[in-house]
């Protein structure tokens, strides 16, 4: 994937001369900026994925944390390290820029895993050895607490300061007028997801591997030297890289000002022609400034907040009563995306199962492969990425080129068609898991074992469990890509990054609906069931995880009718149509 060569504009030349200057001899032995974009995802999610999967473990046997607190302290690292995605874009585009973020939230992960390495080292960091582990064990407590907890939050900042500004800096370096570029650009997402798979796959198995058999403080410490290789890589190919201008201003305030501008004329009229609506002169405009053609739909009653209020009068009104019609696209585009944003909350909640039970589940199974190799169950995730590892070429080379042969869309089929069929995948995906569920209840009821004492496993192999992580895999490479590519592409100039961080920001939700959903399973079957819930209890084998998995069967069905009916009603922007369409009759008069 070829990409042009570094182009500076705006305020940002200042902030990379010195990196330009120190830099041009690294920086040649990257071929492209591709390379470091996807080197960076990949050696992040290498870093801390063996953390999202292993650090339960940790808590458990390290810091002697009790087993539901340890599980909080988890659920609230993940959730976290996505919600504060959000904030962090905001930050981006509205003060430092895309890059720029990247840099600094690399050396704040570099420093929370240093921390965490250094806790896990020294012996007067964290509680003494305990041998009758979990009885009697002393915890983590006073500074040696707060020591953890500052080490997690910073690798959850870092975290999500990545995954918030670099896919939408990599998409800043193609032109979407650009019909070749255009292409390159949909490319761009499939390349960091299969970034994030490599190094997914990597961290799961080897670097879980070192945690459990060569020492937490290596494990931690390899971890910390991969992310500070992940800077040098994207510091690296600064010259190359083409910078978006950091607006310098409050692209949400200016949303804002829309809603409460239409709030305080609804008793007004709208014009009859929207020409007549309320836009500045493109001839008297700078050459950077937006401009977004009026829509009679959705969300018209937003038009309001465009009518003009004195035109003859040489003082302009007020923002908060009158705003530009782009303005008021801008805030349609936003409110539009959330009913889609909320579509894939129901995908995350069913992704936090596949990383919690389905792991118990596994732990119950035999998971040898071999006579002398057992894996361990935290590295079940290295079914899925190994499957997203071969999938997203074949999707990349082979079927989005035919797609788009049939299709003529760019990217081989529509963003929102994309999400659609990852969500009927997540679907089938929970059909499994409930299927598989009955089948490892019956063996253990029939040889006996509802009731396993440590070191013993049920006669049925891991990998039965491989087909429910194999499909939501996929489910993943068409959802979460399609939506990178949609909040992206229509969202403000202003708020790229953090239009890309719904993304983020859904599958925090899904976690924290996770709990929720569990708690309030286990309250309305509290009294039906001898476990005292459905997944009441720590006997996964006399729970009835299986009818948990049909419940959400049942609410993703639920879920794509409600995501048909918003993909369905929401329209491009229009802007967009009409770039596609000129590009076209560009290629035809060549």
């Known amino acids: 994937m070829k990409l042009l060569k570094g ?7 200042q902030h990379c001369e010195g990196a330009m200057a120190v830099l041009p001899i690294l920086s040649s032995f990257l071929p492209d900026t591709a390379f470091s974009f996807s080197a960076n995802f990949g050696l992040e999610n290498l870093a801390s994925l063996s953390l999202a999967v292993n650090l339960i473990m940790y808590f458990l046997t390290v810091m002697y944390i009790d087993l539901a607190d340890a599980s909080n302290l988890l659920t609230n690292y993940m959730g976290t390290s996505y919600m504060v995605a959000v904030l962090i874009s905001v930050f981006a585009d509205t003060f430092v820029g895309r890059y720029m973020t990247v840099i600094i939230s690399c050396l704040v992960e570099v420093v929370g895993l240093l921390l965490l390495t250094l806790q896990a080292h020294s012996d007067r ?7 009758t582990f979990p009885l009697g064990c002393q915890r983590v407590h006073g500074d040696n607490k707060v020591h953890l907890y500052v080490a997690l939050y910073l690798i959850a900042i870092g975290s999500a300061g990545i995954k918030a500004a670099l896919p939408a800096h990599c998409a800043d370096q193609f032109d979407e007028k650009h019909p070749v570029e255009k292409l390159q650009m949909s490319s761009c997402f499939n390349w960091l997801l299969l970034s994030l798979c490599t190094g997914g796959a990597v961290s799961c198995t080897v670097f879980v591997w070192i945690q459990n058999y060569k020492g937490w403080d290596k494990g931690f410490g390899a971890a910390t030297g991969v992310m500070g290789f992940a800077l040098l890589v994207f510091v690296a190919g600064l010259p190359k890289y083409r910078f978006a201008t950091v607006q310098g201003s409050a692209a949400l305030l200016e949303i804002f000002q829309v809603y409460v ?12 022609n929207p020409d007549e609506l309320y836009e500045i002169s493109k001839t008297k405009a700078s050459p950077q400034t937006e401009f977004v053609a009026h829509r009679d739909k959705p969300f018209r009653f937003l038009d309001k907040a465009a009518i003009i209020h004195a035109p003859n009068d040489a003082t302009p009104p007020s923002p908060w009563r009158q705003c530009r019609v782009t303005q008021v696209e801008h805030a349609k585009t936003v409110l539009a995306m959330v009913p889609i944003f909320c579509s894939a909350i129901i995908m995350g909640t069913c992704l936090a199962q596949l990383q919690t039970f389905s792991i118990a589940q596994g732990a119950t199974m035999d998971t040898r492969l071999g006579p002398r190799f057992k894996m361990p169950p935290a590295s079940l995730p290295i079914i899925p990425l190994g499957i997203l590892i071969f999938a997203v070429p074949i999707y990349e080379r082979l079927f989005v080129p035919f797609a788009r042969r049939v299709t003529g869309i760019p990217t081989g089929i529509p963003y929102l068609q994309r999400v659609g069929v990852g969500l009927v995948l997540s679907i089938i995906s929970m059909v499994i898991a409930a299927l598989v569920e009955v089948k490892r209840k019956r063996v253990a009821v029939r040889t006996g074992k509802l009731d396993l004492f440590p070191g013993q496993f049920l006669p049925i192999s891991c990998f039965w469990l491989a087909p429910q992580f194999a499909i939501f895999g996929i489910a993943d490479m068409f959802t979460y890509v399609g939506l990178l590519e949609f909040f992206y592409s229509q969202a403000p100039q202003a708020l790229k990054s953090m239009s890309s961080s719904f993304l983020w920001c859904s599958l925090s939700f899904g976690y924290f609906f996770s709990t929720i959903i569990v ?36 609410l993703s069905t639920l879920n794509f009718f409600n995501y048909l009916f918003w993909s369905s009603w929401y329209k491009y922007k229009p802007r967009e149509e009409a770039a596609v369409a000129v590009e076209s009759e560009e290629r035809q008069e060549v």
């Open 519 to 554: 708690q309030v399973v286990n309250a309305a079957t509290k009294k039906y069931t001898a476990s005292r819930g459905w997944l009441a209890g720590n006997n996964i084998n006399r729970n009835h995880l299986d009818l948990f998995f049909w419940l959400l069967a049942v």
């Open 261 to 272: 501008a239409a709030l305080r004329n609804r008793n007004l009229e709208l014009p009859e």
């Open 125 to 131: 960091l964290k509680p003494p050895v305990c041998l």
């Open 7 to 13: 182009r500076l504009t705006g305020g940002e030349d």
